[in-house]
């Protein structure tokens, strides 16, 4: 007869109940001021990083599908956190612009996010670690899901 499993032992149940504490901490203590949705934060992110981009950037960078992201921005766009805009050259094509709004609050969210990598209580070198681990698991089961 095989060992039964121990819940705390499953790595699936670490990655699982640190992303759950995590959200729950960035909600509660640093979106919650915005309003804000972790989904949406994401976006503000890749618009930090680089704006204007399209939607299939946002969708590729999140690995999330059109159907979840076009809601999103439409939210985002209601409470003026992005502006979207058709291409010029290609109707089909929108593009996602920062607005003053989500520039205002930037220096704050990230001053709040390097509070989040203190609230781990992981080293630099810990927080970079783990990063590298959780990439290597990602890109396996991406992988996987290629096949």
């Excluded at 499953?10 to 972790?38: D, E, G, P």
């Excluded at 992201?69 to 439409?74: D, G, I, R, T, Y």
């Excluded at 985002?76 to 109707?91: A, G, P, T």
Aim: charged share 30%; with cysteine.
């Amino acid at each position: 007869m095989s060992e039964p499993l121990n819940l705390k032992e499953q790595l699936c149940f670490s990655l699982y109940n640190a992303q759950r504490q995590v959200n729950r901490y960035c909600s509660n203590n640093v979106f919650k001021k915005y309003k804000l949705t972790y989904p949406q934060f994401l976006v503000l992110t890749i618009l930090w990083a680089d704006s204007p981009v399209n939607v299939k950037k946002v969708v590729t960078e999140l690995a999330l599908d059109t159907g979840t992201v076009s809601p999103l921005l439409k939210r985002m766009e209601q409470v003026d956190l992005i502006k979207r805009e058709r291409s010029e050259v290609d109707q089909r094509e929108v593009f996602i612009h920062l607005t003053d709004k989500s520039e205002a609050i930037r220096p704050e969210l990230d001053t709040a996010c390097q509070d989040v990598a203190v609230a781990s209580s992981l080293s630099t070198e810990e927080s970079q670690e783990l990063n590298r681990l959780l990439a290597k698991v990602i890109n396996a089961f991406t992988e996987e899901k290629g096949k």
